[in-house]
């Protein structure tokens, strides 16, 4: 940061190039991986039903702030407000709190809907490029009667469809991507709906996992659509981002312990340590996600830190580096 201020002052022009340079949110990350860490760590003091659930929550925090992120890249005038964040975040940690508790089948269904209504409203927002508003698209439907204007409009959306050329030669990318968002996360509530998976907290986990890396690949794909390029170190680091994260959710279900059992059935599941007679799969599976984590920050910093000689932190920093001496208004928006 302090290496790009000088080169402002030193070329005052540089300032109105490539993507907006704001590091705010970086350091919200860098605090919820630290927490992840602690709370992670009190969690190995005593693994029961309810501290599982205490690092996961800022493993939420870290998978919203990077898509928030990654969309700020392109739309820095269009920012989520604390107050929306805060809200989806809560209302995130409360689902995990009453599913790892309870799960009885009215929370899944509960469950279930909501997931498909924020999957709807985000594909719709997403296709129409931040300017659709469902607050202002119900006071239009209000202001023009109700139901009926409601069903003649969507009539006209589906007709509207039908014209898949029109609609593939202007955003064929993006729909493609958006229903293949979709049926990931159709997927995955079905696999929830009919699964029951015991441990809620992981599968809500997994659904923003999901979404992240959908969104990841969008962004990488409406670059390659809009013809930038890839650096080399962009591609060297999603080559690295891919093998750690691999190795680490590999090593992620070699489970050593279960905290959902009695201590005694959950050191049942112990194995001998395998490195240096001290750290077992569990502790790797540790190494590793710290590493991903890492890397998949680095992406996103080194977007904005364009004039840096030497690039020290992380896919999300560096994955519009190429743009760094574009004018802002010649980079396109998605």
Request: charged content about 15%; overall charge positive; hydrophobic content about 50%.
């Amino acid at each position: 940061m302090s290496r790009y201020n000088a080169q402002v002052e030193r070329e005052p022009a540089v300032e109105k190039l490539g993507i907006p340079r704001d590091f705010g949110l970086y350091y919200t990350l860098s605090f919820s991986l630290a927490m992840v860490g602690l709370l992670s760590a009190c969690y190995h003091v005593c693994p029961n039903r309810s501290n599982f659930q205490f690092d996961t929550s800022f493993m939420y925090v870290i998978a919203v702030l990077l898509m928030l992120k990654l969309y700020q890249q392109r739309h820095p005038d269009i920012t989520a407000s604390a107050d929306s964040v805060f809200i989806v975040l809560a209302c995130s940690i409360l689902f995990g709190v009453i599913g790892g508790l309870f799960g009885f089948t009215w929370f899944w269904i509960m469950s279930s809907l909501t997931h498909l209504l924020a999957c709807i409203l985000m594909s719709a927002y997403v296709y129409y490029l931040g300017r659709w508003s469902l607050i202002s698209t119900m006071k239009m439907v209000y202001k023009n009667g109700g139901i009926r204007f409601l069903a003649s409009w969507s009539i006209r959306q589906v007709k509207a469809w039908r014209y898949w050329r029109e609609l593939k030669s202007q955003f064929g990318t993006r729909v493609a991507l958006l229903l293949t968002a979709n049926l990931g996360n159709w997927a995955l509530l079905l696999f929830g709906l009919i699964v029951r998976p015991r441990d809620y907290d992981t599968y809500l986990l997994g659904i923003f996992l999901l979404n992240l890396v959908v969104y990841v690949i969008f962004y990488l794909c409406m670059k390659r659509g809009y013809n930038e390029h890839l650096g080399t170190e962009v591609k060297l680091t999603l080559l690295l981002l891919l093998v750690v994260w691999v190795s680490a959710i590999c090593v992620f279900f070699k489970r050593s312990t279960d905290w959902s059992r009695s201590p005694a059935r959950s050191r049942d599941l112990n194995q001998e340590c395998i490195i240096f007679n001290f750290y077992d799969w569990h502790d790797i599976w540790h190494f590793l996600s710290a590493v991903a984590l890492f890397t998949s920050f680095y992406v996103s910093f080194l977007a904005l830190l364009s004039c840096a000689s030497s690039l020290y932190l992380d896919l999300i920093m560096i994955i519009d580096d190429d743009l760094d001496y574009t004018p802002r208004d010649l980079i396109a928006v998605f």
